[in-house]
């Protein structure tokens, strides 16, 4: 009876930490069209732009987190705290690009948040490994400083080419390798739903195609500086 209690409880809770997450990340958008200026970025990726505002936000809060959580800086009670409000965040930048998919590369992104849902909902059973791969967050904040760096025409400048390598390291290391390796932690040491692995492979199958697409844009940005 307790136990049921308890676990009714948590559930409750998670859902309103899911559902500040959404306000959250909604008012952020808002306040980033409001207040952060966007005059430097090519017009037809404005709406782009401020999405990539928010999305830096929430890589830092989940990243950070999930970091000091892995080192026992903090509790495990704490980082799910932090985790609930990346499913929020996860639903509302769904809706996002649902509403907007004409400007969004949007079947990516659409397999990417379903599988992130999926896999974050079910976090308890194999939490570690969620921490470890919320850690691909950090090379996102750096992906999306070169993006808008590219959109505001500042390609040539040292920091551009310096944020770019440390794009292709980190997603190298948080991504490409990262995720195949907990797919496979997750197959070996624990009896889950197959959903859950399918979701898993998928992100693996994504983040590859991701980074191809990276050192493709790379080696295109390259060329076209020599011209």
Same mark, same amino acid.
């Given at each position: 009876m307790f136990?049921?209690?308890?676990?009714?409880?948590?559930?409750?809770?998670?859902?309103?930490? =899911? /559902?500040?997450? @959404?306000?959250?990340?909604?008012?952020?958008?808002?306040?980033?069209?409001? $207040? #952060?200026?966007?005059?430097?970025?090519?017009?037809?990726?404005?709406?782009?732009?401020?999405?990539?505002?928010?999305? =830096? /936000?929430?890589? @830092?809060?989940?990243?950070?987190?999930?970091?000091?959580?892995?080192?026992? $800086? #903090?509790?495990?009670?704490?980082?799910?705290?932090?985790?609930?409000?990346?499913?929020?965040?996860?639903?509302?930048?769904?809706?996002?690009v649902i509403n907007n998919y004409e400007i969004f590369d949007w079947r990516g992104i659409f397999i990417h948040h379903i599988a992130m849902l999926l896999l974050l909902s079910y976090r308890e059973t194999y939490f570690d490994e969620v921490a470890k791969g919320m850690l691909s967050e950090i090379a996102t904040i750096f992906l999306n400083i070169s993006w808008i760096l590219y959109q505001s025409n500042k390609t040539n400048t040292i920091f551009f080419k310096l944020n770019s390598i440390v794009v292709l390291i980190l997603y190298f290391f948080t991504r490409v390798l990262s995720f195949p390796y907990l797919t496979f932690t997750l197959i070996i040491n624990y009896n889950l739903n197959i959903i859950i692995y399918i979701m898993s492979c998928t992100l693996s199958v994504l983040n590859i195609y991701w980074f191809k697409l990276l050192i493709n844009k790379a080696i295109s940005v390259k060329n076209n500086k020599k011209e």
């Open positions: 136990s049921e209690i308890s676990y009714n409880t948590n559930l409750f809770v998670n859902r309103i930490q =899911i /559902i500040f997450g @959404v306000i959250l990340f909604a008012g952020l958008n808002k306040l980033s069209r409001k $207040y #952060i200026p966007d005059s430097f970025i090519k017009k037809d990726r404005i709406f782009q732009y401020h999405t990539y505002t928010y999305s =830096i /936000i929430h890589s @830092v809060l989940i990243s950070v987190p999930c970091l000091l959580y892995l080192f026992d $800086y #903090i509790s495990k009670t704490t980082t799910s705290f932090f985790i609930d409000l990346s499913i929020g965040y996860a639903i509302y930048d769904l809706t996002v």
